[in-house]
């Protein structure tokens, strides 16, 4: 007996995986290091993709780019409003300045790079056409979403305190969809002025899956070699090996949840740390103006549920410790496994516990609406977990 097409597409996740060279025509500056001093990329990079994963109407796109604008992010999503958009940043340092996709990033500041409605333009173009070109792909028809994680020692914590999150995540169906990890993409640091991927773009390739960030707030990479190409070398080789031989675990099959939620966030006045101003040497007025400009007036958590899987995205860069507390939060609402992933559909800047915002450092300078932003996510988590439960 055969199943009609409509039974078939009730009982699976329709997937289509595709990748695009976003790689610019012309030479832009880098964004991730000030010290650059908005210094342009020089030839001889690596190209920049985009790689995305279909699952039914939910879209990934796992971008090599720095951060993800909230009005970027919009605009896309205006594009499809049929389907839900997730655009994810894997925050390399070796990619032209994302500021230059902020619409309210309309004047210079040291080292940043400020709006150009051009490159907005030119990166729109690109990003929808892709989405576009995916969607038109024949679907393959899933019954069943596998995870596959282990445990290795890939990161380090930058900041006093920090125990940041060794766990190599791995989703799939036979074959990898989308991996993570949670480890700052700086491999290659500001004297590197070529376009790169750093370890994600590396592990993407080898894998050839979407490769995204975990909460990476105050963790940064570590693997061995001397210079930072071999570092990425060896971090993918650590990265595979690790996954490799490890036992997968159904975590979705037909007849459980699969769900979507966007949950906003409650955020706080926008307001500067109290040593910011010190921090870059700037007077106290300037440093509200520049908050201001930084601080995104809305965002919200994307959440998606895959049977036992939570997928929490963050629009920001929440710290080990955060990430720990929202798979605490998750255990507690039965989410036996969450992956937290940095980059999503937004930028608020680092995301700290209160009590490490008040002990200041770069981190904390670059949080932008106080010091009870992680328990807005919390609370934001709380309610969206709920929607999600009251879904079908």
């Known amino acids: 007996m055969f199943l009609s097409l409509a039974a078939l597409a009730a009982h699976t996740i329709a997937v289509r995986t595709a990748h695009f060279d976003v790689t610019p025509p012309v030479a832009l500056p880098l964004g991730g290091y000030t010290e650059r001093k908005g210094t342009s990329f020089e030839p001889g990079g690596s190209e920049l993709w985009i790689r995305i994963l279909t699952l039914d109407d939910v879209v990934i796109v796992a971008w090599d780019t720095l951060t993800i604008p909230e009005g970027f992010y919009q605009a896309v999503q205006d594009r499809f409003p049929q389907k839900k958009i997730v655009l994810i940043a894997t925050h390399t340092h070796c990619a032209p300045d994302?500021?230059?996709?902020?619409?309210?990033?309309?004047?210079?500041?040291?080292?940043?790079?400020?709006?150009?409605?051009?490159?907005?333009?030119?990166?729109?173009?690109?990003?929808?056409?892709?989405?576009?070109?995916?969607?038109?792909?024949?679907?393959?028809?899933?019954?069943?979403?596998?995870?596959?994680?282990?445990?290795?020692?890939?990161?380090?914590?930058?900041?006093?305190?920090?125990?940041?999150?060794?766990?190599?995540?791995?989703?799939g169906a036979g074959h990898p969809l989308l991996a993570a990890y949670a480890a700052h993409p700086t491999f290659h640091d500001s004297d590197w002025l070529r376009l790169d991927g750093d370890w994600p773009g590396a592990l993407a390739q080898r894998l050839g899956a979407l490769v995204v960030t975990g909460a990476i707030g105050d963790v940064g990479p570590e693997a061995p070699g001397k210079q930072a190409v071999e570092k990425c070398s060896s971090f993918v080789e650590k990265f595979v090996t690790a996954i490799q031989g490890k036992r997968s675990r159904a975590v979705?099959?037909?007849?459980?949840?699969?769900?979507?939620?966007?949950?906003?966030?409650?955020?706080?006045?926008?307001?500067?740390?109290?040593?910011?101003?010190?921090?870059?040497?700037?007077?106290?007025?300037?440093?509200?103006?520049?908050?201001?400009?930084?601080?995104?007036?809305?965002?919200?958590?994307?959440?998606?549920?895959?049977?036992?899987?939570?997928?929490?995205?963050?629009?920001?860069?929440?710290?080990?410790?955060?990430?720990?507390?929202?798979?605490?939060?998750?255990?507690?609402?039965?989410?036996?496994?969450?992956?937290?992933?940095?980059?999503?559909?937004?930028?608020?800047?680092?995301?700290?516990?209160?009590?490490?915002y008040d002990r200041g450092g770069y981190e904390a300078t670059l949080s932008f609406n106080g010091r009870q932003t992680a328990i807005r996510v919390l609370e934001a988590l709380k309610r969206g977990v709920a929607r999600l439960r009251a879904k079908p």
């Open 98 to 171: 994302s500021q230059m996709l902020n619409p309210r990033m309309t004047f210079s500041v040291p080292g940043i790079a400020h709006y150009e409605p051009r490159w907005f333009k030119w990166y729109a173009a690109k990003v929808t056409q892709a989405i576009e070109d995916t969607l038109d792909l024949p679907p393959v028809h899933l019954g069943q979403l596998d995870l596959t994680m282990a445990t290795v020692k890939l990161n380090h914590g930058r900041r006093a305190g920090a125990v940041p999150d060794q766990t190599a995540w791995v989703l």
């Open 252 to 356: 979705w099959k037909t007849g459980k949840a699969f769900a979507f939620e966007r949950e906003p966030i409650v955020l706080d006045k926008d307001v500067p740390h109290p040593a910011f101003a010190k921090t870059y040497g700037i007077p106290e007025q300037l440093a509200q103006v520049l908050v201001d400009k930084f601080a995104e007036p809305k965002a919200s958590l994307t959440l998606i549920r895959l049977g036992s899987l939570l997928v929490v995205g963050v629009p920001g860069e929440p710290s080990a410790a955060l990430g720990r507390a929202i798979q605490a939060a998750a255990r507690k609402e039965s989410f036996p496994h969450c992956l937290v992933l940095s980059h999503v559909n937004g930028w608020i800047g680092y995301i700290l516990l209160p009590d490490d």
